[in-house]
């Protein structure tokens, strides 16, 4: 009787950068930084440590390229039109939406910071606005860093938790009932009922509202150019 035929065994999956680091994307979002060791991604991919140098040269070369890969994925693309503090303001709360998907990148991302194209498009659509409507050289970038550095520090805030959380206020104030003068804790006292209570879309919400309304009123206080004048009378 002819021998049964054995199944072949499937081919590995090839081992390409890509698959290296969207693995670790995934070691990241289940055990946290620490968690991410050269082992541990060997392990969860099948191969040998040594193997995954062709393609990455390190656990920091690994973090940055792990970033990189979730910075690719947002989409920063805010409404072609309507005025450029809606349109602004739509790019900050779309950042700050997408961010909070990968929360172990964005600490890495704050910390040791990452220019991959993604953000360096997302910077440029942000100066663009600026540009387009108004600012103008250092104007623009610092208007920028204003809007791009309010949103990364209240996501990292955000994300890090329990600081000035409602329950920081009573925890805190717990230890110092005697050693802490009445008057010292008068106004954090009389605002206790609304300190237990917190709406971070709110405050954020109100952050970019009062952002752009300092900016847009900079703004209008610029004298106007002459060259900018000419062509505002020639196109009429």
């Known amino acids: 009787m002819p021998r049964p035929r054995r199944q072949a065994k499937p081919a590995p999956d090839r081992l390409t950068r890509r698959r290296v ?23 969860a991919l099948g191969t040998a440590p040594m193997s995954l140098y062709r393609h990455v040269r390190g656990k920091d070369d690994l973090l940055r390229a792990v970033v990189a890969l979730v910075l690719e994925r947002m989409d920063l693309v805010p409404p072609s039109g309507g005025p450029w503090t809606e349109r602004v303001g739509a790019w900050m709360h779309t950042l700050r939406d997408q961010l909070r998907g990968s929360p172990a990148a964005v600490s890495i991302l704050i910390e040791h910071g990452n220019y991959a194209p993604a953000l360096l498009r997302a910077t440029n659509t942000l100066l663009r606005i600026l540009r387009e409507a108004g600012f103008d050289g250092p104007d623009a970038v610092r208007a920028s860093r204003e809007i791009m550095w309010s949103t ?4 990292s805030a955000e994300l890090r938790g329990p600081v000035f959380s409602p329950s920081f206020y009573v925890e805190a104030l717990r230890p110092l009932e005697d050693a802490t003068r009445p008057d010292d804790v008068a106004e954090i006292a009389a605002h206790m009922p609304h300190l237990l209570t917190r709406n971070l879309d709110e405050v954020f919400d109100a952050i970019v509202r009062h952002l752009l309304a300092g900016l847009a009123m900079e703004l209008d206080r610029k004298p106007v150019r002459a060259d900018a004048a000419a062509a505002g009378g020639a196109s009429r």
């Open 21 to 43: 680091v969207e693995t670790g994307l995934r070691l990241l979002a289940e055990r946290g930084r620490d968690g991410v060791s050269m082992r541990a991604l060997a392990e």
């Open 152 to 155: 990364l520090g209240f996501v």
